[in-house]
């Protein structure tokens, strides 16, 4: 799995550690949490929801590579403003740092560089935001 950064004007912002796959899974689990499915990226994106992590910004997402109009319509969108997604992605360093039971669940997940990449990401959307450009969040499995 890969995750690609695009920044509105500037394209692809560049390459994320681990191509930001466990980003991807994390992401991918949180968009379904609720649903009654187990897995512990599932349990982690409950406790840093519970932690004050704002879920919305990290599950506006969309596969790279629009197939008709139907995924078009869905990429375009998949564009957000920076500002909350920054801050959901600063929170949850914090909570990925800070907080003993979140790591717990990140080795059960085998997830141990989910916090690396949501650091670079974190910098890539906040130089966005102080450029006021939107982003766009996308994987390829």
């Keep these: 799995m890969r995750l690609t950064v695009e920044v509105?004007?500037?394209?692809?912002?560049?390459?994320l550690p681990g191509q930001g796959a466990a980003l991807v899974?994390?992401?991918?689990?949180?968009a379904v949490r609720g649903f009654g499915a187990r897995h512990p990226l599932i349990?982690?994106?409950?406790?840093?929801a519970d932690l004050g992590v704002r879920m919305g910004p990290l599950t506006t997402?969309?596969?790279?590579?629009a197939e008709d109009s139907e995924d078009e319509a869905n990429?375009?969108?998949?564009?957000?403003d920076a500002g909350p997604l920054a801050a959901s992605l600063a929170?949850?360093?914090?909570?990925?740092?800070?907080?003993?039971?979140?790591?717990v669940f990140v080795r059960r997940a085998e997830a141990e560089s989910l916090?690396?990449?949501?650091?670079?990401?974190?910098?890539?959307?906040?130089?966005a935001g102080r450029a006021k450009r939107r982003v766009r969040l996308t994987y390829d499995l």
């Design 61 to 65: 997402f969309y596969e790279r590579g």
């Design 75 to 80: 990429l375009e969108r998949a564009w957000q």
């Design 25 to 30: 899974a994390f992401m991918s689990f949180a």
């Design 8 to 15: 509105e004007g500037e394209g692809d912002a560049g390459a």
């Design 115 to 127: 916090g690396e990449e949501a650091a670079a990401l974190r910098d890539i959307v906040e130089e």
């Design 43 to 48: 349990a982690l994106s409950e406790r840093v």
């Design 91 to 103: 929170a949850l360093v914090g909570a990925l740092v800070g907080d003993e039971r979140a790591a």
